[in-house]
């Protein structure tokens, strides 16, 4: 069992940043691959970033509409996963989510029914 709590959210003007950080309980965490997805009103929940783990250390993805200007991190030390938000846009508004799975692969990453756990949610709101 992996309990998630994300925090970090806010209210920031267009242009600015934030950065969400999501804790994770258990003694496992580094063997979890990590996700982050949104949910505006009225829209689907929709992929941002994950994070998954391999050799190397991690591989990251991003959606078209996060590359460039979010950034995906994890702390395997302190059991926390990290959302770097850069250049923020008023369409980046919306609950984050951050979800957990064992074994998650890039191939199956940007589908959110593949994570067995989630966070409760932080607010993110961009102003223009």
């Known amino acids: 069992q992996v309990q998630l709590v994300e925090s970090g959210g806010g209210l920031v003007q267009a242009g600015g940043s934030l950065r969400l950080s999501c804790a994770a309980s258990?003694?496992?965490?580094?063997?979890?691959?990590m996700g982050w997805f949104r949910q505006a009103p009225g829209k689907e929940r929709e992929f941002v970033a994950t994070i998954v783990v391999s050799w190397s250390g991690g591989n990251t993805v991003y959606a078209d509409s996060v590359k460039g200007r979010f950034t995906v991190s994890r702390d395997n030390a302190r059991n926390t996963v990290y959302l770097q938000m850069n250049s923020l846009r008023p369409e980046d508004t919306a609950v984050y989510y951050c979800?957990?799975?064992?074994?998650?692969?890039?191939?199956?990453?940007?589908?959110?029914?593949?994570?067995?756990?989630w966070g409760q949610g932080t607010q993110v709101t961009v102003s223009s």
């Open positions: 979800a957990a799975k064992l074994g998650l692969t890039l191939a199956t990453s940007q589908d959110s029914h593949r994570y067995a756990y």
């Open positions: 258990g003694r496992t965490f580094s063997s979890y691959g």
